[in-house]
Structures are given as structure tokens and as C-alpha cells.
């Protein structure tokens, strides 16, 4: 397979001749729809091989394999025309009755367009598309570069609140989390489905029948507010061997009362990154009681998580510093958390682990549901040796959690085995309620070194000072320039 970044960036210059797909957006939400045909078609082929009784819920002139593989095959204003009045309103259209597999399709193009005008030019999109094949195991791995790709190129063209969680994070996050076979796992705010793969892979280590891989198909659910990243995610959960990822639906969660959520919807394990930095629409927060109402999201997500949780249940998620240390409504937020579950531990991130997407420090935290909080015990994971930040070419890696990992400990023991150290200490709650239930709590055995020495940072002002000066007389004289015409 071609180098990923390579493969999408030559598909997208070729839509970017095409007057329809004029920016970024289009291009994603078009290859979106695309590549699903494309991994739902060799996902059945390989469904065709090893079950005999395989029928395909598609009728064969709409199959990807019948239309799309061959590369002399239909193109122009013939390609244009079969696409636009026959594949897509077709299967916008599916029914099959109890059939899952048609729902799924249905759901995956009710707001899929075709954006592209040209036919030849959307013949080498495809055509590029068939050089990967999704049941090869190499091809396959690399899709997760493919859909990171992607978010990426959605997130520079302006889609705020889309962040990729990365793979280091999901994954120490559901190892420590720890579902089981037999408990229901949620992300109500999946994206591409990062949280979910990673509880899949961790359930299948447990797995040792065939019964345990039918609970694993089934044990599941997510919810993406959006459509590309949903489509994605349905992708995604196709290629890590869900044979139907309909479970995983397109909605916004918080748009549903909170009192709706009854006890037969409860959950033993949430694992998300809700989006955080972002505002609902209006309305959206008298879904929720009057003392939690507020717009923000995040703030939002938590006071749902805390609902249908079960007893017992246990959660971890990724959160904004805002969270920690906001008043009023976060106030109130934070100590029915503190009251209703047991806030055991809080892992604070270092600076640019969701670059480029966002500067904003974030935070894990777990907890259980079911038992008040008596202490909150912090760790500061620090950056690895000699680096000073994170960046597209050095992210964060799973190897650096190994300090945690080993100091963790045991719930069921209260964590006996955790002890304070230059990166781990620990809070009593009636420090926390002295404070006003702020959770921004800093390290006590960092040495503080203040400021920054003076001899350093006045030439740096100064700098500064020069260039402000510089871009001011530019501006000036640009204007004078225009003026004067």
C-alpha cells in the first residue's frame, strides 16, 4: 500500500479540479461515503468466503465490486449520472425490514452528497480508492492513518470540537478502566470510534470461545452527533471485525432529556473524550436540571455520564482544565461527582498532546459510581526525556504510561499500593471542599521556578516589542497605500 498521507493527499488534489468539491469539508464528507462502499464491499467478499449462507442486503448493480472496480469501467457523465439518481437515492431509500445490516446502510448515507461534477475526475478518485485492498491485514492496519488523516484535514477546514483522541490516550484509558467480558461499554460521543476499537481489542484478549466473540459484537453502543466522523466510526468497527455496527448511531446525545435515560440504559463502562470548547445551540441545556444547566459541552457530557452510569460502574474520560477549576455550574458539577462516585484518580496531561487540534491542557479521570469520594489521588505525567513538547512527528506513546501503569494499584483494595512520589500525590475531600471544589490542584513536589529570569526575558520582550513595531509600520503603510489609489 502507498504511503497514507500520500494516497489522500493525491485523491484530494485531483477533487480540488473539481468545481463541486471547492473545499475541504466537501472533499472529506465525499471520500467519507467512499471509502465505506469501498470496506463494506470487501468486507463482504470476505463474509461471501467463510459463510455459506451470506446474502449481500445490496442489490448487485449497487455493490461497489459491480460499478466501481474496474478501472475502464463507467466514467463521464454516465459515472455522474448513475451516482447521483440511482446509488444515492437508493440507498438512502433501504429497507429490509429486520434486516440490520440495510438499517446501517440507510443510516450511513441519509446526509451523504455527491459533491463532485465531473465524472472522469471522480473515475481517478475511485481508481485510486481500489488500490487497497481492506482485507488485507497491512491494508487494513493502515486505515486508522486514513481516517486520522482525514479528522485532521477536517479539523484545519475549520470543524471545530472534531479531535482525534490519540491512540496512547484511548488505549491507557480503557487498560485501566479494564472492561470485561459480559459489561455494556458506551462512548456517547464516539467520533471515529477510537474508545470503542480499543475496548473491542481488549475484550477479544479475554476471549476464549466463539460465545465470547458474539457478546463482543453485541456489547457496545456509541453516538456521534455528526455525520462523517459517524460514518468513519461505522467503518472503522467494520474493519476490527463488527459485522454490524449498528449500534453505534447518528444523534446528539445531549440533545435528549436527562430524565429520559431510564435504568434498563445503564452502563458498566463509559470511555470517551467528549468534545470540549465548544457551546450547544440553544435549548440544549433545559435537558438537564436547573442547578447543571449551562451550554458548554463538556460540563454537559459529565453530568450525563454520572446518570447512566450504574452502580458500580466505572468511567474514564478526557476532560479541559476549564472543568477543574471553573465556578458556578462546574461548581455544582463538580461536587455531586465528588458525592455520587468515587473520583479516585486524575492523570494531568503536559501541553500539546492534542496538537495540533488544540493547545488546551487536558486531564484523564476515573472514577466509580456508587461510593462518595474520600480522596483524589493526581498524577503529573510528565514529557519524556529531553522533550519539551508534543507535535505531529512526536506524539504521545503508549511506553511513556508504563510509570503509571506500574504505580496504579487495585480498586478493590483502595489503592493500598499507591504512594506519593515527585509525580503522584494525593487530596482528602475536605481539601477539596475547602476550596470550593476546585480540582486544579498542582503538583506539591515541583519546584516552582517562577517567572523566568529577567536577564533572559527582557531581551525576548524587547523582541517582541520590535516586531509588533515592524508589523504596525507595515500595516500603516499598506494602508496609506490603498488610500491614496
Not at 474508545?195 to 484478549?205: G, M, Q, Y
Not at 450504574?310 to 476532560?319: C, E, F, I, Q
Not at 489503592?415 to 486544579?440: C, G, H, M, Y
Request: one cysteine or more.
Amino acid at each position: 500500500m502507498p504511503n497514507v498521507s500520500n494516497l489522500v493527499k493525491t485523491i484530494q488534489d485531483i477533487m480540488r479540479k473539481d468545481a463541486g468539491t471547492y473545499g475541504d469539508a466537501q472533499r472529506l464528507e465525499q471520500l467519507g461515503w467512499m471509502f465505506f462502499l469501498k470496506i463494506f464491499d470487501d468486507r463482504e467478499k470476505e463474509m461471501e468466503l467463510v459463510r455459506d449462507s451470506y446474502k449481500s442486503p445490496l442489490p448487485k448493480h449497487l455493490r461497489w465490486s459491480t460499478w466501481a472496480t474496474d478501472a475502464e469501467g463507467i466514467t463521464g457523465d454516465a459515472l455522474l449520472d448513475f451516482v447521483n439518481n440511482t446509488l444515492l437515492p437508493k440507498l438512502k431509500a433501504m429497507t429490509g425490514g429486520g434486516d440490520k445490516i440495510a438499517g446501517l446502510i440507510r443510516m450511513a448515507f441519509e446526509d451523504a452528497n455527491n459533491y463532485m461534477k465531473n465524472g472522469t475526475l471522480m473515475r481517478q478518485v475511485i481508481n485510486k480508492i481500489n488500490g487497497i485492498d481492506f482485507n488485507a491485514s497491512d491494508d487494513r492496519h493502515m486505515f486508522g492513518d486514513i481516517y486520522e488523516k482525514l479528522l485532521k484535514d477536517l479539523q484545519s477546514a475549520g470543524n471545530a470540537g472534531e479531535f482525534y483522541t490519540p491512540r496512547a490516550v484511548t488505549q491507557f484509558i480503557v487498560e485501566q478502566v479494564n472492561p470485561r467480558l459480559g459489561e455494556t461499554i458506551l462512548d456517547p460521543a464516539c467520533g471515529t470510534g477510537g474508545f470503542l476499537v480499543c475496548a473491542i481489542e481488549h475484550l477479544r484478549k479475554q476471549a476464549k470461545t466463539p460465545a465470547h466473540e458474539r457478546t463482543i459484537q453485541d456489547c457496545f453502543a456509541g453516538i456521534e452527533k455528526k455525520h462523517l466522523p459517524h460514518v468513519l466510526c461505522m467503518t472503522n468497527l467494520l474493519l476490527h471485525g463488527i459485522d454490524v455496527p449498528s449500534n453505534v448511531r447518528h444523534d446528539n446525545t445531549l440533545a435528549r432529556p436527562l430524565r429520559d435515560w431510564g435504568p434498563k440504559e445503564r452502563v458498566d463502562v463509559i470511555v470517551t473524550n467528549p468534545p470540549f470548547g465548544g457551546m450547544e445551540e440553544d435549548g440544549i441545556e433545559s435537558n438537564y436540571p436547573a442547578e447543571f444547566r449551562t451550554r458548554e459541552t463538556a460540563d454537559l457530557f459529565l453530568v450525563l455520564l454520572m446518570k447512566i452510569l450504574m452502580p458500580g460502574g466505572r468511567a474514564g474520560l478526557v476532560l479541559p482544565d476549564g472543568t477543574l477549576f471553573g465556578e458556578g455550574v462546574k461548581t455544582r458539577i463538580k461536587e455531586a461527582l465528588l458525592t455520587e462516585c468515587n473520583l479516585h484518580t486524575i492523570v494531568r496531561l503536559p501541553n500539546g498532546v492534542f496538537s495540533p487540534y488544540t493547545g488546551i491542557r487536558t486531564n484523564l479521570l476515573f472514577f466509580t459510581k456508587g461510593a462518595p469520594t474520600r480522596d483524589v489521588w493526581y498524577y503529573e505525567h510528565p514529557y519524556p526525556p529531553g522533550a519539551k513538547s508534543y507535535n505531529k512527528g512526536k506524539p504521545i506513546r503508549i511506553e511513556e504510561f508504563e510509570a503509571e501503569r506500574a504505580w496504579w494499584g487495585e480498586e478493590k483494595d483502595g489503592f493500598k499500593s499507591r504512594v506519593e512520589n515527585e509525580q503522584a500525590w494525593r487530596v482528602s475531600l475536605d481539601t477539596i471542599k475547602a476550596s470550593n471544589f476546585n480540582l486544579d490542584l498542582k503538583n506539591p513536589h515541583a519546584t516552582d521556578d517562577g517567572p523566568g529570569d529577567v536577564d533572559h526575558l527582557l531581551p525576548e520582550y524587547e523582541k517582541l516589542l520590535a516586531q509588533i513595531a515592524a508589523t504596525r509600520a507595515t500595516l500603516k503603510k499598506e494602508l496609506q497605500h490603498a488610500l491614496s489609489r
